[in-house]
């Protein structure tokens, strides 16, 4: 049974940091892209970053290009993504994902396993 699980959300004032961890198990995706996408009340999921199998090549939203980074731990099937300078406009639940089709690397209905999802609150 394949399980994405994401730790590490939470409150948070604006200008803060948080780290947050997307560990898998049930299988390895060593070989593939993983993501984080993000879900406020009343929105759509959308795309937050995106790191390829070996790590070196990461993608970003504009919305957070230059504030978060994306790494990953293959060793370890563990994904995490650091946010720096956080702003009210990041709050959020965020999931992590996995298993990408051929679809695009920023679109939500491209992947198969996703996490349950950690809350992000930023207050101002």
């Known amino acids: 049974q394949v399980q994405l699980v994401e730790s590490g959300g939470g409150l948070v004032q604006a200008g803060g940091s948080l780290r947050l961890s997307c560990a898998a198990s049930?299988?390895?995706?060593?070989?593939?892209?993983m993501s984080w996408f993000r879900q406020a009340p009343g929105q759509e999921r959308q795309f937050v970053a995106a790191?390829?199998?070996?790590?070196?090549?990461?993608y970003y939203a504009d919305s957070v290009k230059g504030r978060f980074t994306t790494s990953r731990d293959n060793a370890k099937n563990t994904v995490l993504l650091q946010m720096n300078s956080l702003k009210p406009e990041d709050t959020a639940v965020y999931y992590c994902?996995?298993?990408?089709?051929?679809?695009?690397?920023?679109?939500?209905?491209?992947?198969?396993?996703w996490g349950q999802g950690t809350q992000v609150t930023v207050s101002s």
């Open positions: 994902a996995a298993d990408r089709s051929s679809g695009p690397y920023y679109s939500a209905a491209s992947y198969t396993y």
């Open positions: 049930g299988r390895t995706f060593s070989s593939q892209t």
């Open positions: 790191i390829n199998w070996s790590g070196y090549s990461t």
